[in-house]
């Protein structure tokens, strides 16, 4: 989703890309004419590939899900880890800058009420951990190879590109439930608050990092700003689907582990070095999300 949304970002700036993605994926980045090389992270393919392509910027987006890495820990370990090492090991070797995506998990639980990146990184997770991991050998690299790098950790973000999962980003699965019934099982406290921010933003706000030297060798968070529970996301899915709240049936399940109660980011240093502010708020973007998820079923449904 995120990585298909930046393709698409820098291909209307004339900027070369070259995309990667899983095995099993489509051949086209859509909304594009670009080729998506399919490759397994792990693959010495994937080294191959960036020996002939040799791009002066890599965006590191690839990652197993955080929502299985408690199922699938060595998996989980293999992609976001040792894949990530490959990655980093490349860029260092071959003098390319990489924008690492890193997540919001790492702060784990927190109690301020917006989340600066100076911040204790507490992640309770095996997909936080990994990703604390990657952000310090990036350091170690930095210093020991000289590895140009930006560190952007995402908060809840969530668009049209995600495909329908009861396991990956809480308003896919959302909405992947609504679109089934009237039945929605929310694992954890509706009361829980969220930063979502829409991919566009996001893929935006990636754009600004590439194009912008001031960036380089900082953690920025890429968020909205916006708090909003999870009873006030599933109401605005509600509305977006033009369903009347009252006849959702929601049951509240035992919340999974290392699962905050809230994730707000403080933007103050996004809003400096990328010299961006979302464009979309929670409304909006849910709004543009269901049209776009709609429109996807009607097309299948042909």
Known sequence: MIGSAVVRHLSKLNIQVTAFDAPGTPDLVPGSRIPVEQVDL???????????AQPQAVVHAAAH????SLREP???????????MQIFDWCARAGSHIVYLSSSIVYGEQFEDRIPETSALMPGTIYGVAKVACEQWLGVLGRGSGLSWTILRLFSTYGPGHRPSLEQGIVNIM?????????VVVKGSLMRRRDLIYVEDVATAIVQTLIRPTARGQIINIGSGFAVTIGEMINLLCDALKRPRSVIEI???????????SNIADIAKMRKILDFEPEFGPEAGLQALVAARMASMDQTNI
Request: net charge negative; hydrophobic share 35%.
């Open 251 to 261: 049951i509240e399940e035992a919340g999974t582990t290392g699962d905050p109660a």
């Open 74 to 84: 060595v998996e989980d370990v293999r992609v976001n880890a040792l894949g990530s």
């Open 65 to 68: 899900p955080g929502g299985k």
């Open 42 to 52: 792990l693959d010495s393919r994937m080294i191959e590939a960036l020996e002939v």
């Open 175 to 183: 909405l992947t439930q609504l679109l089934k019934g009237d039945r």
